[in-house]
């Protein structure tokens, strides 16, 4: 109850018209309109300070999402397959694309002594590369 006579008559000090103060009313007036004006601007600032928690806060969770949306996007797709049949030898490794997980279609990555990346059907619709396939199973067996 102490806090609100405090606060009322704070709040008529300040708001009083100067005139109708005493010398000694007005400094205490002067002092407590300056300190109402601080509050205010530190009240100011610290919505400033917590509007701009908020924007980095935002910032941060939209930088979040796109990550893991451009997660879910393969970078190193096949987007067509060549039915140009490669030898066995030349192929070290292989890689199986599945539609749907993260590439748009299906297809079976051949990986070259050279390093480079041929796009082949998948094996269930092309003999040879099932062929490929089972020449580095074998390769990678023996080893």
């Not at 939209?62 to 039915?83: E, K, W």
Request: net charge positive; hydrophobic share 40%; with cysteine.
């Amino acid at each position: 109850m102490r806090s609100d006579h405090t606060f009322t008559f704070s709040y008529i000090c300040i708001n009083a018209p100067a005139a109708l103060l005493s010398t000694s009313q007005r400094h205490l007036h002067t002092h407590l309109k300056r300190l109402s004006e601080a509050a205010n601007l530190s009240s100011d600032h610290q919505r400033n300070k917590d509007m701009a928690s908020r924007i980095a806060a935002l910032l941060l969770l939209g930088v979040i999402c796109l990550g893991f949306a451009s997660g879910q996007v393969a970078i190193d797709c096949c987007l067509s397959t060549s039915n140009k049949h490669f030898p066995h030898q030349i192929v070290k490794s292989y890689i199986i694309q599945e539609a749907g997980k993260g590439c748009e279609i299906s297809a079976t990555i051949l990986k070259s002594q050279r390093g480079k990346n041929i796009c082949a059907p998948e094996a269930s619709k092309a003999q040879w590369v099932q062929d490929i396939i089972n020449h580095v199973d074998k390769r990678r067996a023996r080893q």
